[in-house]
């Protein structure tokens, strides 16, 4: 069969891939301590469940408007207007199919072929195949460790041509958990507006952060950087909701018609009783986000240490979301051998820094219980030493 030429220009996703692989390992009965998937571990907080239970037995088992539920789309655009000082109306909101629809439903509307899009490296792994899709081309500007994975204005500045359309900023980070400071991101928003470009601001770890670290949207810097601002977030990570499957964009009105038009073609609508789950996630007690950030701190903390007690592994100190990415370009092997034989002999999974676009590093997820963590960093102690 020939295929399309557009699927042939994108890779499976890795980072799926491997949790598929673990998960069927884990069905076999191998003890595998998982740190590839990033999903918390947590369930979902009673009350989103209750509500979305009620919303059942309230028949809310139709087709819906394909852009969100009306309540949803004001309850979101009332969190951004109060949490992130972006003055959004719901006219401005898209509810999609998880976060990656948004980006996906982004890309599709606003990319053209010729475009240019930015994105810095590490990256998560489904920008740049995304941007491929629409035929677009993406531009891979290089961060380091040294810089805390963060691209820099002046590399901005160095990567915009004028087929530059779009620029990608993903804080807290997946995969580095790297956070922009104010100051780099009003840094940034200067480039942005100078150039006359779009950012796309991917926000779902935005609630997952330590030590008093601050959030800034590079839309709240100043009118002009709102006006070439777009959301993407979603209610995955900070609500353990990964299975419900229901993220947000936010932008200018025309392109969220835009993408509105694109998802009635696509996907219709987000599942109507789940956007009532999330509804009561906006609304309702924000108390699971305190405890789910206290167990992610504790790991996080156990993990840092655990890493820096291996010979031949470094990695920055997260400040957001739940990874940690390590440096293992000292064992002299490929991230992905390692990653292989890490799973297949010690049982443990993580992601290779190839599925991000680096060489040379390894991503393991601390989104899983405090027990299988410390098993799992005990093993790869033991693989490492084995490979020195």
């Known amino acids: ?10 890779p499976a996703s890795m980072t799926l891939a491997i949790a598929a692989k673990s998960k069927a390992m884990a069905a ?31 028949g809310k088992t139709r087709y819906g408007p394909a852009a969100g539920e009306p309540q949803l789309r004001e309850a979101i655009a009332q969190k951004l207007q109060t949490d992130n000082q972006l003055p959004y ?42 941007v491929k899709l629409a035929g677009g081309t993406p531009v891979l500007v290089e961060t380091t460790a040294a810089s805390g994975y963060r691209i820099t204005p002046e590399q901005l500045r160095n990567a915009i041509t004028p087929q530059t359309k779009l620029f990608v900023l993903n804080s807290p980070s997946n995969p580095t958990g790297s956070v922009y400071t104010p100051a780099e991101i009003r840094a940034l928003a200067e480039v942005v507006v100078e150039a006359d470009i779009f ?77 009532y789950g ?8 924000q108390e699971p986000l305190g405890v789910m950030l206290a167990a992610f701190t504790e790991r996080r903390q156990y993990v840092l240490e655990a890493i820096a007690a291996i010979p031949g592994l470094s990695c920055p100190k997260p400040d957001g979301a739940f990874y940690v990415y390590i440096d293992i370009k000292s064992l002299g ?30 991503r393991i997820s601390y989104a899983t219980g405090l027990e299988s963590i410390k098993k799992g960093c005990d093993r790869l102690a033991k693989f490492v030493h084995q490979c020195q």
């Open 333 to 362: 092997m490929p991230a992905l051998e390692f990653c292989e034989r890490l799973l297949d002999e010690h049982y443990v999974a993580a992601v290779p820094g190839d599925a991000f676009g680096t060489a040379g590093c390894i």
């Open 89 to 130: 109306n719901a006219a401005n909101i898209i509810v999609t199919n998880g976060g990656k629809f948004s980006l996906y439903n982004l890309m599709m509307t606003l990319i053209a072929p010729g475009d240019e899009v930015i994105i810095p490296v590490p990256y998560w792994v489904s920008y740049p195949e995304m």
């Open 199 to 275: 950012v796309v601001s991917d926000e779902i770890y935005e609630k997952i952060r330590y030590d008093g670290v601050e959030h800034l949207s590079i839309g709240a810097v100043s009118p002009a950087a709102f006006e070439r601002t777009i959301i993407s977030s979603g209610f995955a990570k900070a609500y353990a909701m990964t299975g419900w499957r229901i993220g947000y964009g936010a932008g200018p009105l025309e392109l969220i018609q835009g993408m509105n038009k694109l998802q009635g073609h696509s996907t219709s609508n987000v599942c109507t009783f789940a956007q």
């Open 278 to 285: 999330a509804i009561a996630a906006l609304t309702g007690t």
């Open 28 to 58: 076999d009965g191998i003890d595998v301590c998982s740190f590839s998937a990033g999903e918390p571990d947590f369930d979902t907080p009673d009350h989103i469940k209750e509500a979305a239970k009620t919303a059942l037995d309230q």
């Open 1 to 10: 069969m020939k295929l399309a030429p557009r699927i042939n220009q994108v």
